[in-house]
């Protein structure tokens, strides 16, 4: 079978799942959890709640779950880091996480190496605890314990699945660098926006001022957008108020305003 034919065939079939997903209710077991375990669903209007059980289902359905270091994957696993994932991609009409296949979890933070420049520019290895991590090669590795704290109070800016798939979208435009493909939003003024923003955190974490996202952010452009995300979602009145230019470019790039979900 020729590439032509094979991706043919493939889009058939995407086409044909998606529209089976479509007719097939979405099952009272997911939606008990869904009720209980995302904290914002409630305060989504009926036509979000509908998209959102629709993506959760396509997302089920598309990407395979894998549990490490012991941990057995149930619904309550896929359906609330579907649905925490699938927020990010409500009112966007992008693909479903086109690159992504596989989301591995582990129970607790994950011990990785990694090399480690130090202050005299030698390089040595290092082994550090992980919440969670995007990969280039289709995958996204969280910590359960992590999601859990982070969907338990939808407030406070933090939220692992938030962040992660935040860098999928960015890695989106062919490497993971603060700049996802944009459709809506003036690349000139993102940039603009996004670098003012990210050198005001850099100087103000420096200094140790109180900043509405976390300090985090400040390490590299790409967390920067991943942050930045976490802050839209959770805290979006003061994110709003401290940095009213970001908080738009956001709005028009994820094409919703979680103010709405926060009276």
């Keep these: 079978m020729g590439a032509l034919a094979a991706f043919c065939l493939y889009l058939f079939f995407t086409r044909w799942r998606d529209r089976s997903l479509r007719n097939k209710p ?6 008990a959890i869904l009720e209980a375990g995302l904290p914002v669903y409630g305060s989504l209007s009926q036509e979000e709640q509908a998209r959102l059980q629709l993506l959760i289902k396509r997302f089920i359905a598309r990407i395979e779950f894998y549990g490490c270091g012991g941990l ?81 109070d939808f407030t406070d800016g933090h939220n692992v699945v938030l962040h992660e798939f935040a860098h999928q979208l960015d890695a989106e435009s062919g490497s993971t660098n603060g700049a996802p493909p944009l459709r809506l939003n003036s690349y000139k003024s993102w940039a603009t926006v996004f670098s003012e923003n990210f050198e005001d955190l850099g100087a103000r974490s420096f200094e140790r001022h109180k900043t509405v996202m976390d300090e985090y952010g400040a390490t590299n452009p790409a967390e920067f957008f991943a ?18 230019e970001l908080y738009e470019e956001l709005k028009t790039y994820y094409q919703l305003d979680p103010r709405n979900w926060q009276q």
Excluded: M
């Design 26 to 31: 979405f099952p009272e077991s997911w939606l």
């Design 227 to 244: 942050v930045a995300t976490e802050t839209f979602f959770e805290k979006p009145h003061q994110l709003f108020a401290k940095r009213p």
């Design 72 to 152: 057995s994957i149930t619904d309550e696993i896929r359906v609330t880091i579907a649905a925490e994932a699938c927020l990010l991609l409500l009112n966007r009409t992008s693909s479903l996480y086109p690159k992504l296949t596989a989301v591995l979890v582990y129970p607790t933070a994950f011990r990785v190496a990694r090399d480690h420049r130090q202050a005299d520019g030698t390089v040595a290895l290092g082994e550090h605890n992980l919440l969670g991590e995007s990969w280039d090669n289709g995958r996204v590795i969280l910590s359960w314990d992590d999601v859990e704290k982070g969907v338990s």
